[in-house]
């Protein structure tokens, strides 16, 4: 019943930001940890940024200091501002959340979005 929507991915160039959105949707009971996720061609899937339901963030060694991840809990929707883009960062970027149904509780997963940082 739950789905997770993003939006924001794109191409960009070295140095330029992005603004990724996720929304989350169904019958959801609480919406704890949501995070951001990205998986570059023949790379593991590493984590970008977490935020949990009292905001409380946790990053990327790589990313800290240039992405900033937060969430509106009316909304059911976590952001992630990306500045200072470098090209290794192109990658398919995911969406996550921990969500309590009714009678589940479990991670979902978004599609995913593209992000290409080039020239």
């Known amino acids: 019943q739950v789905q997770l929507v993003e939006s924001g991915g794109g191409l960009v160039q070295p140095g330029g930001s992005l603004r990724l959105s996720c929304a989350a949707s169904?019958?959801?009971?609480?919406?704890?940890?949501m995070g951001w996720y990205r998986q570059a061609p023949g790379e593991q899937h590493e984590l970008v940024a977490t935020?949990?339901?009292?905001?409380?963030?946790n990053y990327a060694d790589s990313v800290k200091g240039r992405f900033t991840v937060s969430r509106d809990n009316a909304k059911n929707t976590v952001y992630l501002q990306m500045n200072s883009l470098k090209p290794e960062e192109t990658a398919v970027y995911y969406c996550?959340?921990?969500?309590?149904?009714?009678?589940?509780?479990?991670?979902?997963w978004g599609r995913g979005t593209q992000v290409t940082v080039s020239s």
């Open positions: 935020i949990t339901s009292d905001f409380s963030t």
């Open positions: 996550n959340a921990d969500i309590v149904e009714p009678f589940w509780a479990r991670s979902y």
């Open positions: 169904g019958r959801i009971l609480r919406v704890n940890h």
